[in-house]
């Protein structure tokens, strides 16, 4: 359970939008077996209904409110187009960690020894942007990452270092030294690291790794950092990945619940906000934060500013009974909210308040172990768990209906682009019924329509996804596919 969750975490916590306070593996664990309880509840409710009537009731919980969204013929199933010729990946000896932007993808894999190699391809064309390199001497190979200034890979542990390589060749540029575990937020012209360990935080130049600023834990070390997008929506360069922005500022959570909001060209705090309460569970919406406050009955939301004074307002109290489990901004002066019910199994349900008014807007059932939302503009993309081994998603459009037909909510979806989500049975998250490992299906955010779906070749193993590409590899080659209609 534990490594299954460890995993899980590693692979999600930077996908999801607008939340600062992330928890540590130890929390996911805990709701892990939360949600592993969950399913022995779910369960023998299943069968004490299944004995009684006779009939499944699966999924049936989302659609008991407003009207159904009509099926559509579903695209034919076949190959996705190969883009270029599949590309050779020789000498692999552990596992390969595949990572993309628009533009550049890389591939980083152990090979014999205790090497790293690595090799670019154009996502655009599938041809190599450069050849295989290899890297000797620089500890194991632990992460992989690719944004428009650089590619990063960590290399071994205690002490770690994070190795930059020049995007256009692939040649190592230069090395610092940092944890696996450390926050890093990419600028366009800098990267920014927190060590996880000392809470000391500092800038890098990405041509030349020079460091640009540095400062000091304090005496009030932060214990997380979260970048603060410049506009709706934070950039994406794959999965999993660290923070992406072109903003000016970003935020930090010390260890006694103060939130610093750090100018990234200088690292100089411009504010502290420090009267949340708390801030477990710290949301980031343009220039808001808002944090909820769990009571005995209920919870309630508070909203503070990042730019006006250090004062804060209650902008939301939830009906009693209820229990704050995540939120995202998700629309013009809107918060979504998932809470429960303490019911068996436990009543999960959608909430959009309108943040200048404190009003409800609507409240919808939400798929049962959902814990964290995920939204482009007004659409809110939600994953659950279904109560029996797998997932189970919902994507909500700004009226809270539900968009998903019922073969698309079978498996965990992810935002590939501002306009479609992306579903990967088998490789991301479990298998899907019915489906085989490496099925793909693209989904329009607009109506919950499947507009691509095919198979990704006959065994990939690893893949990386961007609006246009899927970029996978089967242990022996990779190959770039097209998510294009």
Known sequence: MKDDVDSTFTALREHI???????????IRRRGERWARRRATTAAALCVVLAGVGVAVGHDRLDRRGPKVPSAPRPQVSELSLVGSAIDLPDVAGPVHVVSTESLAVAAWTGSGGTTHIIGVDPRTGQEAWPMRTLTGRGSLGAADVVDGAVLLTMGRQPGRLVELDPADGYSSWQILSEQEDYRIHLRDRLIVMSASTGVT???????????????????P??????????????????????????????????????????????????????????????VARD???????????????????????????????????????????????????DEAPEAPPHTELTAIDVATSRELWRVPAPPGAESPGSRGDRVLVNGDDGAGGVTSALYDSTGRQLLDEPDRRSMLLWNS????????GLHGPPQPG???????????????AVIEGMAGDAPLTCAVTAKRLICEDGHRLEVRSLEP
């Not at 950092?225 to 410049?230: E, T």
């Not at 501002?418 to 049975?425: A, E, G, H, I, R």
């Not at 489906?435 to 329509?449: F, N």
């Open 17 to 27: 939008d607008g939340v600062l306070e992330m928890p540590a593996a130890a929390t």
């Open 202 to 220: 500092r800038a890098v130049d990405w041509p030349t790794g020079h460091v640009l600023w540095e400062v000091p834990a304090g005496s009030d």
């Open 222 to 283: 932060p214990v997380r950092m979260r970048a603060v997008p410049s506009g709706p929506d934070p950039q994406l360069s794959g999965w999993p990945t660290p923070d992406t922005s072109s903003g000016e500022r970003f935020l930090q959570l010390t260890e006694s619940g103060k939130v610093l909001v750090r100018d990234s060209r200088t690292g100089a705090v411009q504010r502290t906000v420090s009267n949340l309460g708390t801030a477990e569970g710290l949301v």
């Open 288 to 338: 808001h934060l808002y944090t909820p406050e769990q009571g005995s009955d209920s919870y309630r939301i508070r909203q503070a500013n990042l730019t006006g004074p250090d004062a804060s307002s209650v902008v939301y109290t939830a009906p009693p009974g209820r229990s704050f489990l995540g939120a995202a901004p998700c629309g013009d002066n809107r918060l979504c909210v998932i």
């Open 418 to 425: 501002n306009d479609t989500v992306v579903s990967l049975p």
């Open 435 to 449: 489906k085989a490992k490496g099925h793909v299906t693209v989904i329009s955010a607009a109506d919950g329509k």
